[in-house]
């Protein structure tokens, strides 16, 4: 009962506008004719608060141009947070290329530190802005900006040409063929969107001339036509292609309307890679040089030997030079995080914080407030406890406060907001139309297809990224949404790879009932020898038939795929019934889902069977996030809900933290893990981002563990 009171909180809490920020202040940048009272007065707080909280302004005298002051603020502060704030728009100054962290030691200086980092002091203030009002004290933890190192000879190599855009080109694709990060590229060319990546055809660039190099024939397509010969089938278009035949479908949804491929069909298909030559995906893996890195150090990180990396990238001779890219052999990839052939620099986001990032959150959940009655506290908990979305929501919601508790002791402030869609499109329409998304980084929710389709649509005209909480998939392509929940072939394939390495000629039964087919073809796939049970009426097992296909000589592998819950109560019931001194049984799945969870599945015979599964998520540890939960909702433990609405919403609030783009910041970060899920993001170009990260589970006297990525 509980549990539900304080959900009920929630839900009231929801009724009202949220706003999270790091500390109860702001910064203000004095302009020209501003003076200390105009000052106060614009921000409703006293001349005298605004000089005690900056303590090297003695009087109104020293307030002068340029001088970023402290304005502490209270309750009666009127701010518009649907429009940028005038103290926002400063002069953009030099950015850094990342962050380190210090902790402040005893009889330590600003000037010591100025020193020690080669920075002024005036860099080191900026990105620590306490520093402006407070001094240094043993024991703070201060964010060292790291800025790129320029020498003369570089500046003298540097020459530019003009370069105009070619049909379906795109910042990464030029940015890639001038051997220049994309960072560079807007650098270079300031009047570029920062919140679109639009690109017009015949916009012309300013880039880095390449030595002794043409581009003028280099051309980068994303698609060609194609003409249907007779006789051609999705799956042999798909082979010659290198793409997955529903991939081609989404590319050319007419495929579907017409009932199929057709002889003269005119289709649109991503443009064949040029195989003609060594360098390509199949044989290689590559890696973009970052500034201040050295060959030495590339060759540690890499596992490479000088001799091999200059070999395989001649162009080194003329220098090592950031936004390079290098080429490295296939077989270096283990070890090594690799996305889409890229090797990826392993990021930690906790240490990669920069607290001059605001990110700007929506959550879009069916928290259906217009459906609860709050008159009736009793029927109102009643709704809470069943109804899976209401209660889904709020759990993943409390979560979610949680994470935004947590970032904001790291010094972030985040601005929020909160929108109940009441599992209706209709109403997702409503608030788009109502409410300004002007600067929100990222949507997380809804959780239903049709409004999720609806919000990814709306979200992207804003080039805004959508986070879907539960869903794994969509049956429309949304360039824009992050996907959180692993597709089914994933958790499947990762179950199946750790089979194979741990496969030593044991006995394999596959037990599968007829909407779990794709399971059973995948399983008999990797173990051609398997013996299928028979299946009566598509819900219980041939018990005679199934008896002797147990072998005595070798350990059985039974892999039970269905969705019926007293299938899976009879099968692990009977295969608990088998095991003696002869038999030796283990029961395995690779669709885990609520029919292994019912309460009528016996955990003792799930124990005794070693029922191994895969999972993208994992039960929650006694770990800071359980203990920050229990202490903020009064000792209530977190539910699974709870604990993935922390893990989703932590996970982009580092990355907005570290990059306030999160399409830009998928590209550098790997794997990331949390209380109980885990992330790694693949953007299909198709579809949107995919989650790969999952988890192998197994039961083991009568608890449930997780294997571990060392026993792959």
């Not at 040409?161 to 795109?170: G, M, N, Q």
Request: include cysteine; charged fraction near 25%; aromatic fraction near 10%.
């Amino acid at each position: 009962m509980k549990k539900y009171i304080l959900r009920l909180g929630i839900v009231v809490f929801l009724l009202t506008s949220i706003q999270v920020s790091a500390q109860n202040k702001t910064t203000h940048v004095v302009k020209e004719g501003e003076t200390l009272q105009s000052i106060s007065q614009k921000y409703r707080v006293t001349p005298y608060t605004i000089i005690q909280s900056n303590k090297e302004i003695k009087t109104a005298a020293d307030v002068k141009v340029n001088t970023i002051l402290i304005i502490p603020l209270d309750g009666s502060v009127i701010t518009q947070q649907n429009e940028p704030k005038e103290e926002e728009k400063v002069e953009e100054q030099e950015k850094p290329l990342g962050f380190t962290r210090h902790r402040v030691r005893r009889r330590e200086t600003l000037f010591g530190l100025t020193q020690k980092y080669d920075i002024t002091e005036e860099q080191l203030k900026r990105y620590n802005r306490q520093l402006y009002s407070e001094p240094l004290k043993k024991g703070m933890v201060l964010q060292i900006p790291k800025f790129p190192e320029r020498t003369e000879e570089e500046e003298r190599e540097l020459d530019f040409e003009t370069y105009t855009v070619l049909p379906k080109e795109t910042r990464w694709s030029i940015a890639h063929k001038y051997g220049i990060t994309v960072d560079s590229l807007i650098a270079l060319n300031p009047d570029l969107s920062k919140t679109s990546d639009y690109l017009a055809m015949g916009q012309e660039l300013k880039l880095p001339r390449p030595k002794g190099d043409s581009l003028k024939d280099q051309q980068v397509d994303l698609f060609t036509s194609f003409t249907v010969p007779p006789k051609q089938t999705l799956y042999s278009l798909g082979k010659e292609y290198g793409i997955p035949s529903d991939s081609i479908i989404k590319l050319n949804p007419e495929i579907m309307e017409l009932g199929g491929l057709k002889e003269g069909m005119m289709i649109r298909l991503p443009k064949k890679r040029d195989t003609s030559g060594e360098v390509n995906t199949e044989n290689f893996i590559f890696y973009e040089v970052k500034p201040k890195q050295n060959i030495f150090r590339l060759t540690q990180n890499l596992k490479i030997t000088r001799d091999e990396l200059f070999q395989l990238n001649p162009d080194l001779e003329n220098g090592l030079k950031a936004g390079m890219v290098l080429k490295l052999p296939k077989e270096n990839a283990e070890g090594l995080e690799v996305k889409n052939a890229l090797v990826i620099d392993k990021i930690n986001l906790i240490d990669s914080v920069n607290t001059q990032n605001r990110p700007k959150l929506v959550f879009m959940l069916p928290f259906r407030l217009d459906r609860v009655d709050f008159g009736d506290r009793k029927k109102t908990i009643n709704q809470i406890k069943n109804r899976r979305d209401v209660n889904l929501s709020v759990g993943f919601y409390s979560g979610a406060l949680v994470a935004l508790d947590s970032i904001k002791r790291m010094g972030v402030s985040v601005d929020v907001k909160a929108f109940d869609t009441e599992r209706n499109r209709d109403k997702v329409k409503e608030i788009f139309f109502r409410e300004n998304f002007f600067g929100v980084n990222a949507i997380i929710g809804p959780l239903l297809p049709d409004a999720l389709d609806e919000v990814a649509v709306q979200a992207a005209s804003k080039n805004i990224p959508v986070i879907a909480p539960i869903a794994s998939d969509s049956k429309l392509s949304h360039s824009n949404v992050f996907f959180s929940v692993p597709k089914d072939d994933v958790l499947r394939k990762k179950m199946l790879s750790y089979l194979e390495k741990t496969y030593t000629d044991q006995n394999v039964v596959i037990i599968a009932d007829s909407t779990h087919q794709a399971a059973h073809d995948s399983i008999l796939t990797k173990f051609p020898a398997a013996q299928i049970a028979k299946i009566i009426d598509n819900k219980s097992l041939h018990l005679d038939e199934f008896l002797i296909q147990l072998s005595e000589e070798k350990e059985n592998w039974v892999f039970v795929e269905t969705a019926q819950t007293n299938m899976v109560s009879s099968v692990s019931s009977i295969l608990n019934s088998a095991i003696n001194e002869d038999v030796s049984v283990r029961m395995f799945t690779t669709n885990f889902n609520g029919a292994f969870e019912n309460d009528a599945i016996s955990s003792s015979h799930l124990s005794n069977l070693r029922f191994t599964y895969p999972s993208f998520y994992r039960k929650a540890a006694n770990d800071a996030f359980t203990r920050a939960y229990s202490k903020r909702y009064k000792g209530l433990k977190p539910d699974r809900y709870a604990v993935r609405g922390f893990d989703v919403t932590f996970d982009a609030l580092l990355k907005l933290a570290h990059k306030n783009n999160l399409f830009e910041t998928s590209k550098i970060t790997g794997l990331t893990e949390y209380t109980g899920n885990s992330f790694n993001y693949f953007n299909d170009w198709t579809s949107g981002y995919y989650n790969k990260a999952c988890y192998l589970m197994e039961y083991d006297s009568l608890r449930i563990k997780e294997i571990k990525l060392d026993d792959l």
